[in-house]
């Protein structure tokens, strides 16, 4: 929440600096208590769900199994899927702002200095770039964890080479510059980006896949600076040059991730018509 002071205009909690304490303080309690109150058990249950309907999808098929039952479970798959995004869509662009503006009447009415100007799109704008700083500093205090830690290395990782490529789009392109405190800006907007839905794509045509990756991943950068004002970027090809230097920059964190889902993917399944057991056997062996 002090990030999100610091960067978004239109939130401003000042006064001395423990006032300024206090008041990011209540803020954050109002926004954590709205946030969790229904979502959070709302996206274990989904979580639950799709992982168990998942498992019964890899489990070994049974020959009485019919095909409408296959499909029915692909498309609960979907539905997970779908409801899963959907709910975290809510949260950011509904739940959040109004758990904001919340927090600000409260911290007002309890004679803190605490003020949320503008309209809705600053409400938006507050709420995602508290829910990408949460991101990051999540992924932070995971690193102790044992278990956790190698997950959490690999995205840490490509956040931080997300944020060079960034910076150095700002440092040698024109028309890229970061609102503000730069560093802090730069930050923030290389998180935000960081929140977007990791997509994996495989196209025979060679360079096709990277090219429709670069594309999306430009259309979301244009979409930050757009709803956020965070970043300007001046034009078409500037926009196109800094996804470029994040997507280069990034490169050595997908090679990672992609490594790490090989090394953890369970086997395929065995082929119902024509189970390891029958398998023939050549006599040279």
């Keep these: 929440m002090w990030v999100a002071s610091e960067v978004v205009g239109p939130l401003q909690l000042g006064g001395t600096g423990t006032e ?8 954050a309690v109002v926004f ?10 709302l996206g274990r249950m989904l979580r639950r769900a799709a992982v168990l309907n998942q498992r019964r999808m890899t489990e070994e098929p ?10 029915e479970l692909m498309r609960r798959h979907f539905i997970y899927v779908g409801l899963g ?8 662009t509904v739940a959040g702002p109004a758990a904001l503006g919340a927090g600000v009447e409260l911290g007002a009415e309890l004679g ?9 799109k600053d409400l938006v704008t507050v709420g995602l770039v508290v829910a990408a700083v949460e991101t990051v ?24 080479l997300c944020l060079a490529g960034l910076a150095l789009a700002a440092l040698w392109l024109d028309g890229v510059e970061a609102a503000g405190t730069s560093w802090l800006t730069l930050a923030v907007v290389a998180a935000l980006f960081h929140l977007r839905f990791a997509l994996n794509l495989t196209v025979p045509v060679p360079g096709m896949a990277s090219l429709v990756l670069v594309s999306a991943n430009a259309l979301v950068l ?17 926009l196109v040059g800094t996804v470029a230097l994040m997507w280069v920059a990034e490169w050595p964190s997908r090679l990672a991730d992609a490594a790490a889902e090989n090394r953890t993917s369970p086997p395929p399944p065995p082929d119902p018509l024509w189970p390891d057991h029958h398998m023939p056997q050549s006599p040279l062996y």
């Design 137 to 160: 500093l999540l992924l932070v205090l995971a690193l102790p964890v044992k278990r956790r830690r190698p997950e959490a290395m690999r995205s840490l990782a490509g956040y931080l």
């Design 222 to 238: 244009w979409l930050i600076v757009w709803l956020t004002g965070l970043l300007h970027i001046d034009g078409f090809w500037p």
């Design 112 to 120: 803190l200095d605490a003020e949320l100007g503008g309209g809705l």
């Design 20 to 27: 300024r304490a206090a008041a990011v303080v209540v803020v």
């Design 62 to 71: 049974d020959r009485d199994t019919s095909d409408s039952k296959l499909f």
């Design 85 to 92: 995004m959907a709910l975290s869509t809510v949260v950011l």
């Design 32 to 41: 954590t208590a709205v946030v969790l109150l229904v979502p959070m058990p």
